[in-house]
């Protein structure tokens, strides 16, 4: 029927169509929701599309449709939705420029399933468990002391705990002991390190003579940045400097933001990336495929940053931001300069002459913008669970949509309320049950990997494993530009590196895309870690087994300290057994270094869980 349409209208000559035809201007998926009992359990969708005179048609046969877990409930090319597995499937609906989805839930067909009564530290809990009632799910009971201790010592810090630490920790029969910990924890300049090194990843700050980023640029950009961080700026009003900032890169150090990239369309897509998590560079060239943004939204949007001017200053490593107060950008297809407006917004009225920047960063960072503080909020959740809650967190769009919606508007909206106190939602998220969950699965929750049911093993990434190494070995590092034993989340300047970090995936900070940081085990990482210089010469340097067998020290004794470093525990009795008996009291110094060696190269070192 439709090629022959086509056919038909090719012979009339392609004719035009007239002004007036009527225009689709939304479509809908039905039904709105769906739970589906058991594999092969099948639903039809159908999609109706509403049009500019008023009247609606189904469009299902012209519908593109597509799932995004084929593995609990594929949809075939004509919206027959078919179950799978226990979980839940994004069906997509895509007509004209329109893309629409819903959520489609599989449960065990006759599931016995009661729901159980569980406590709840916050907000979030209620949330979760919310969720995961929908999918007949359990969560796993709360991780031991010993693991909390380690795991948010390496979230918040990116530091083991020491001995002192965890003694104190485990001696502590108060109820309130971890909450109490989170706080200590966040008041420590660690955690300004950490996220200063994962704001820089996002701000690409680092040198790079061809763009005229000087070191000098880049210390004081990294500075800048630091200084924020650590008074607790509210982040809507960090995001309002960088985006408004002017003068010289010397002297406002946030005007580097303007120098790291100059390419005004790159500007607008790293903005709308990092501040709001939409990847719209699809939008350049044509309508994104999937998702709602066309070309218009892409240029009009870049229109906001048209009009930034750069000179050289006095200095001629020094680069002046300016506005030129005037300026446009030219829609590729009809050629005329595209209008300021805001990304799903309005067009704001702009006085002539006026920095367009201003008016975007006043709506960007503020309760207006509904995807500024829903995207900050993913990140922080993202950096403690090993995923987002929308994953990857810059891929934000229809087809890519949250695993708990209600959960991440929810942190959103607290986010908002706490006016962008970053500290803030990080202590909820560390308080919460949801993050204190043990890895051990149940039967219920053991192939879930999308709605916080259980804790989930993370490998540390390149700078806090490096760290650590150091800290359990007792030595140091040496990084340009710092001092000897300064830890490798200070480094300011991307193009710094070492060959541990770089096989270990630390992001160059070429880009701003999440994907930078790479967190996948590789053979190359498991060899360097067996056979390289990081391990092996630090055990030697450090001669912490030398120091504890001159103390006077037994053999069950070192065990236990060496345990205690590397996972936060004692070895169990089977453990210890196993392990005494294979020291050779000829070669003791050795055989302990070479149980050491083991511990730092093992899968619960290695590994958050």
Same mark, same amino acid.
């Given at each position: 029927?439709?090629?022959?349409?086509?056919?038909?209208?090719?012979?009339?000559?392609?004719?035009?169509?007239?002004?007036?035809?009527?225009?689709?201007?939304?479509?809908?998926?039905?039904?709105?929701?769906?739970?589906?009992?058991?594999?092969?359990?099948?639903?039809?969708?159908?999609?109706?599309?509403?049009?500019?005179?008023?009247?609606?048609?189904?469009?299902?046969?012209?519908?593109?449709?597509?799932?995004?877990?084929?593995?609990?409930?594929?949809?075939?090319?004509?919206?027959?939705?078919?179950?799978?597995?226990?979980?839940?499937?994004?069906?997509?609906?895509?007509?004209?420029?329109?893309?629409?989805?819903?959520?489609?839930?599989?449960?065990?067909?006759?599931?016995?399933?009661?729901?159980?009564?569980?406590?709840?530290?916050?907000?979030?809990?209620?949330?979760?468990?919310?969720?995961?009632?929908?999918?007949?799910?359990?969560?796993?009971?709360?991780?031991?002391?010993?693991?909390?201790?380690?795991?948010?010592?390496?979230?918040?810090?990116?530091?083991?705990?020491?001995?002192?630490?965890?003694?104190?920790?485990?001696?502590?029969?108060?109820?309130?002991?971890?909450?109490?910990?989170?706080?200590?924890?966040?008041?420590r300049k660690e955690f300004t390190e950490i996220w200063v090194?994962?704001?820089?990843?996002?701000?690409?700050?680092?040198?790079?003579?061809?763009?005229?980023?000087?070191?000098?640029?880049?210390?004081?950009?990294?500075?800048?940045?630091?200084?924020?961080?650590?008074?607790?700026?509210?982040?809507?009003?960090?995001?309002?400097?960088?985006?408004?900032?002017?003068?010289?890169?010397?002297?406002?150090?946030?005007?580097?933001?303007?120098?790291?990239?100059?390419?005004?369309?790159?500007?607008?897509?790293?903005?709308?990336q990092v501040f709001m998590g939409m990847r719209i560079q699809?939008?350049?060239?044509?309508?994104?495929?999937?998702?709602?943004?066309?070309?218009?939204?892409?240029?009009?949007?870049?229109?906001?940053? +048209?009009?930034?001017?750069?000179?050289?200053?006095?200095?001629?490593?020094?680069?002046?931001?300016?506005?030129?107060?005037?300026?446009?950008?030219?829609?590729?297809?009809?050629?005329?300069?595209?209008?300021?407006?805001?990304?799903?917004?309005?067009?704001?009225?702009?006085?002539?002459?006026?920095?367009?920047?201003?008016?975007?960063?006043?709506?960007?960072? +503020?309760?207006?913008?509904?995807?500024?503080?829903?995207?900050?909020?993913?990140?922080?959740?993202?950096?403690?669970?090993?995923?987002?809650?929308?994953?990857?967190?810059?891929?934000?769009?229809?087809?890519?949509?949250?695993?708990?919606?209600?959960?991440?508007?929810?942190?959103?909206?607290?986010?908002?309320?706490?006016?962008?106190?970053?500290?803030?939602?990080?202590?909820?998220?560390?308080?919460?049950?949801?993050?204190?969950?043990?890895?051990?699965?149940?039967?219920?929750?053991?192939?879930?990997?999308?709605?916080?049911?259980?804790?989930?093993?993370?490998?540390?990434?390149?700078?806090?494993?490096?760290?650590?190494?150091?800290?359990?070995?007792?030595?140091?590092?040496?990084?340009?530009?710092?001092?000897?034993?300064?830890?490798?989340?200070?480094?300011?300047?991307?193009?710094?590196?070492?060959?541990?970090?770089?096989?270990?995936?630390?992001?160059?900070?070429?880009?701003?895309?999440?994907?930078?940081?790479?967190?996948?085990?590789?053979?190359?990482?498991?060899?360097?870690?067996?056979?390289?210089?990081?391990?092996?010469?630090?055990?030697?340097?450090?001669?912490?087994?030398?120091?504890?067998?001159?103390?006077?020290?037994?053999?069950?004794?070192?065990?236990?300290?060496?345990?205690?470093?590397?996972?936060?525990?004692?070895?169990?009795?089977?453990?210890?057994?196993?392990?005494?008996?294979?020291?050779?009291?000829?070669?003791?110094?050795?055989?302990?270094?070479?149980?050491?060696?083991?511990?730092?190269?093992?899968?619960?070192?290695?590994?958050?869980?």
């Amino acid at each position: 029927k439709h090629w022959s349409t086509l056919v038909s209208w090719l012979r009339k000559g392609a004719l035009k169509d007239s002004e007036n035809i009527a225009k689709p201007e939304k479509i809908e998926l039905f039904p709105t929701s769906a739970l589906l009992e058991g594999a092969g359990a099948t639903q039809q969708m159908s999609v109706l599309a509403h049009y500019s005179d008023g009247t609606t048609r189904d469009v299902t046969k012209l519908t593109v449709f597509q799932s995004n877990n084929d593995l609990s409930a594929s949809v075939d090319d004509h919206g027959l939705v078919t179950a799978g597995k226990r979980g839940e499937a994004f069906i997509m609906a895509r007509f004209n420029v329109f893309t629409v989805g819903v959520q489609v839930v599989v449960i065990p067909e006759q599931l016995e399933y009661e729901r159980p009564k569980l406590p709840t530290n916050n907000y979030i809990d209620s949330l979760v468990h919310d969720k995961l009632h929908k999918l007949r799910i359990t969560p796993s009971g709360l991780c031991s002391d010993e693991v909390f201790i380690r795991r948010v010592f390496l979230d918040i810090i990116g530091l083991l705990p020491n001995q002192d630490d965890l003694n104190d920790f485990l001696e502590d029969q108060t109820p309130d002991k971890r909450s109490k910990l989170i706080d200590k924890l966040l008041e420590r300049k660690e955690f300004t390190e950490i996220w200063v090194m994962k704001f820089a990843e996002l701000l690409q700050i680092q040198t790079d003579d061809n763009q005229g980023m000087s070191y000098k640029s880049t210390l004081l950009y990294f500075n800048w940045l630091k200084d924020r961080i650590a008074n607790n700026v509210p982040m809507d009003r960090i995001v309002k400097e960088l985006l408004t900032s002017k003068g010289g890169t010397f002297v406002n150090p946030a005007t580097n933001y303007y120098q790291v990239v100059k390419d005004n369309l790159k500007i607008t897509e790293n903005v709308a990336q990092v501040f709001m998590g939409m990847r719209i560079q699809c939008a350049q060239c044509h309508n994104h495929p999937f998702d709602q943004w066309t070309q218009d939204d892409y240029y009009s949007f870049a229109s906001f940053f +048209s009009q930034i001017g750069r000179k050289r200053g006095a200095d001629p490593r020094e680069s002046i931001i300016y506005s030129k107060k005037s300026g446009e950008i030219d829609h590729p297809v009809h050629k005329k300069p595209m209008p300021a407006k805001f990304l799903g917004g309005d067009a704001p009225n702009i006085p002539k002459g006026h920095d367009r920047r201003e008016i975007l960063a006043n709506w960007l960072a +503020s309760p207006d913008n509904p995807f500024f503080a829903r995207n900050l909020a993913n990140v922080v959740w993202a950096h403690f669970f090993g995923q987002g809650i929308i994953e990857p967190v810059d891929d934000v769009r229809i087809s890519n949509p949250p695993s708990n919606p209600e959960l991440l508007d929810d942190l959103a909206r607290r986010f908002t309320q706490y006016e962008y106190d970053f500290k803030k939602l990080v202590r909820d998220v560390c308080n919460s049950r949801t993050y204190q969950l043990s890895t051990q699965s149940n039967l219920s929750n053991e192939d879930d990997l999308r709605n916080f049911s259980r804790a989930h093993l993370r490998r540390l990434r390149a700078e806090v494993m490096l760290d650590v190494i150091s800290q359990v070995t007792q030595t140091r590092n040496k990084f340009k530009g710092l001092p000897l034993g300064a830890k490798a989340i200070q480094i300011a300047d991307g193009k710094i590196s070492n060959y541990f970090l770089t096989t270990f995936g630390r992001a160059t900070r070429e880009t701003v895309c999440s994907c930078e940081v790479e967190m996948e085990p590789s053979l190359s990482q498991a060899l360097h870690l067996m056979n390289g210089d990081t391990t092996n010469n630090r055990i030697k340097q450090g001669k912490l087994v030398t120091e504890m067998i001159k103390d006077g020290m037994d053999d069950s004794q070192i065990l236990d300290d060496l345990y205690t470093r590397c996972y936060s525990r004692k070895p169990n009795q089977e453990e210890k057994k196993v392990l005494l008996s294979s020291i050779d009291q000829d070669a003791k110094q050795q055989s302990l270094e070479d149980i050491f060696w083991a511990l730092l190269n093992s899968k619960e070192f290695i590994f958050n869980h």
